[in-house]
């Protein structure tokens, strides 16, 4: 018999949540290629520094980002996923990235903000 008890959600709608938003997923989409200061996030997606902290601050509430800081700077980057539910979805979703217009014209403005002296 099965119980209902036994079917846990909380991870999977923790992630549909965390994704139901363009800007989260923006972000996401970005991260997915490594780890990055959020200025070079603010830059790319054209956004303030507030606005990215919080939707930052969304993602790690779910579970998908962590952060460190190295001086002033805060630098996050994806956690990988346990719950097996969560995985496949997870990367599905990451693999269609490439193919949005918008994504890509993110991840351009990410390469041309990004440079040695980018967060000084």
Do not use: N
Not at 6 to 14: E, T
Not at 47 to 52: A, D, H
Request: proline content about 5%; some cysteine; overall charge positive.
């Amino acid at each position: 018999m099965f119980s209902v008890a036994a079917l846990d959600v909380a991870p999977l709608s923790r992630l549909f949540r965390a994704l139901g938003d363009e800007t989260r997923l923006r972000i996401v989409a970005l991260l997915a290629h490594g780890e990055l200061c959020v200025c070079h996030l603010e830059r790319a997606l054209e956004l303030s520094q507030p606005t990215v902290s919080r939707q930052l601050g969304v993602l790690r509430a779910a579970g998908l980002v962590t952060s460190r800081r190295e001086g002033t700077w805060v630098y996050y980057k994806l956690v990988p996923q346990r719950d097996a539910q969560v995985v496949p979805i997870f990367e599905t979703v990451s693999r269609s990235f490439g193919a949005r217009p918008k994504l890509r014209a993110d991840h351009a403005r990410l390469l041309r903000s990004c440079g040695p002296t980018s967060c000084a």
